[in-house]
């Protein structure tokens, strides 16, 4: 393994969707190597940003392809990328050891749709691979204490962005 500081973050983006109610949509992650021997298993979407794709783009396929969730409209965009850093059993582990951590571009989008249409264990018709296999409703203050501690930080930022939308 490469040293970790020397390592590149992976271009993602994140998604915070709320709904008419101003709650946002968090997920309860399938298991995966981040989230090993920890309960912080909610989070809202998220995904790595595809080669030439722009982060907007980027934001609305991850979306559809984790929850189903089409019918949305764009808020708007954080000001900043917000980086967080794998610790470094993720790092040591198959595809994602090849980065350090995560470099983010997060946009909140306000839900449109009938809530028929999130479909988590069976997402895009069964088209993608599940993610989540829950999700509900959450108030987004509450979201940086439900999220694995490594991406509290970032969670913290998105509270900071998006704050004068939440309930």
Same mark, same amino acid.
């Given at each position: %393994?490469?040293?970790?500081?020397?390592?590149?973050?992976?271009?993602?983006?994140?998604?915070?969707?709320?709904n *008419?109610?101003? *709650?946002?949509?968090?997920g309860? #992650? +399938?298991? /995966? &190597?981040e +989230?090993?021997?920890? !309960?912080?298993t909610?989070? %809202?979407?998220?995904g790595?940003?595809? *080669?030439g794709?722009?982060?907007?783009?980027?934001?609305? #396929?991850?979306?559809?392809?984790?929850?189903?969730?089409?019918t949305? &409209?764009l808020?708007?965009? /954080?000001?900043?990328? +917000?980086h967080?850093?794998?610790?470094? !059993?993720?790092v040591?582990?198959?595809?994602?050891?090849?980065y #350090?951590?995560?470099?983010?571009?997060?946009?909140?989008?306000?839900?449109?749709?009938?809530?028929?249409?999130?479909e988590?264990?069976?997402?895009?018709?069964? /088209? !993608?691979p599940?993610?989540f296999?829950?999700? #509900?409703?959450?108030?987004?203050?509450?979201?940086?204490?439900?999220?694995?501690p490594?991406?509290?930080?970032?969670y913290?930022?998105?509270?900071? /962005?998006f704050?004068?939308?939440?309930?």
């Amino acid at each position: %393994m490469a040293e970790k500081e020397s390592l590149p973050y992976r271009d993602c983006v994140g998604i915070c969707v709320f709904n *008419k109610d101003n *709650k946002v949509w968090i997920g309860n #992650r +399938l298991g /995966a &190597s981040e +989230l090993e021997d920890s !309960h912080y298993t909610w989070q %809202m979407p998220q995904g790595g940003i595809d *080669k030439g794709e722009e982060p907007l783009e980027a934001a609305l #396929r991850e979306l559809y392809e984790e929850t189903s969730i089409r019918t949305v &409209s764009l808020i708007r965009e /954080a000001p900043q990328w +917000l980086h967080y850093d794998f610790p470094d !059993h993720v790092v040591k582990a198959g595809k994602i050891g090849k980065y #350090r951590g995560q470099r983010q571009r997060w946009f909140a989008f306000r839900f449109k749709g009938d809530e028929a249409e999130i479909e988590v264990t069976n997402p895009g018709g069964g /088209a !993608h691979p599940q993610e989540f296999e829950d999700w #509900r409703w959450e108030s987004l203050d509450r979201t940086p204490d439900l999220i694995v501690p490594f991406k509290r930080q970032v969670y913290l930022s998105v509270l900071d /962005a998006f704050s004068d939308l939440a309930d």
